[in-house]
């Protein structure tokens, strides 16, 4: 969830940017709050002040709807006002932006386990995007050194966590797709999320594109390049061969279904 000082696509901060103002009011009942807080604040357990990540709570959360009464450590109560919060926030974008389908970019899959397992009979899609694992390195050191392997690691568990909650949870369908293929390809990829989204195709390359910047958060690249996505291969440049081929080694037999091969 985006903080108030923080920018908006549409070239406002987020305070001063009448969409965002809609969903601040509606999200907080109206009530004023500082430039540092979040519109959605993030979950909470039994111990005062300690913050769970959304994978044990969404894991836990799960686990008792399917066998009420065997976690106790979940506080409803902060739990269903997360939940109505983010219906909330969901039910006026739709509304401000006058659109049917809400798509959450959200990084975690557990948000999507609250949800799922808070209506698990309504049906949900899953957008796998999976990225070059040498490219996510890339971008995850920026400058610092956190270790290779650690970072390997957190793709592996990222997206072997993604890919069998979308295939095994009642109710959600499914679709992988490659960074790459959306850099390289964005018609005719966007064409096969379309149709996953039982939506009309977009154009969205050239100059009779549909595509129009909308109310991102925190990056104001939309504005200066576009909505096109770049594959940012800077890698190839960056990682010696040897490292290349370290990080595939350790990608292992997901790098390889996924199609990341060194060359």
């Not at 399917?66 to 450590?73: A, D, E």
């Not at 698990?120 to 899953?126: A, D, E, N």
């Not at 009309?200 to 958060?217: A, K, W």
């Amino acid at each position: 969830m985006p903080r108030w000082n923080q920018n908006c696509a549409c070239g406002s901060r987020v305070i001063d940017c009448k969409f965002w103002q809609k969903i601040i009011k509606a999200t907080t009942n109206g009530q004023a709050s500082d430039s540092t807080s979040q519109i959605i604040p993030p979950l909470k357990v039994n111990e005062p002040s300690k913050i769970l990540d959304y994978f044990v709570v969404g894991g836990l959360y799960a686990i008792s709807k399917i066998s009420p009464g065997s976690v106790r450590k979940i506080q409803g109560e902060t739990i269903h006002r997360f939940l109505a919060t983010n219906e909330v926030f969901v039910d006026t974008a739709l509304s401000a932006l006058n659109k049917s389908i809400f798509v959450d970019g959200e990084k975690s899959i557990s948000k999507a386990m609250l949800i799922a397992a808070n209506n698990p009979h309504s049906p949900k899609r899953i957008i796998h995007l999976i990225r070059d694992p040498r490219a996510y390195v890339t971008s995850s050191l920026r400058g610092k050194n956190p270790g290779t392997e650690n970072i390997v690691r957190t793709w592996k568990r990222l997206h072997l966590s993604i890919e069998i909650f979308g295939r095994t949870f009642k109710n959600f369908e499914y679709l992988p797709v490659k960074f790459e293929d959306l850099a390289r390809s964005p018609q005719k990829t966007m064409d096969q999320i379309s149709l996953f989204l039982n939506l009309d195709p977009t154009i969205v390359e050239g100059g009779n594109s549909q595509v129009r910047l909308g109310h991102q958060i925190g990056n104001t690249s939309y504005r200066k390049h576009g909505a096109l996505v770049n594959s940012s291969e800077s890698w190839r440049t960056t990682l010696t061969l040897a490292q290349q081929q370290k990080i595939l080694q350790l990608a292992g037999r997901l790098g390889k279904k996924y199609g990341y091969y060194l060359g």
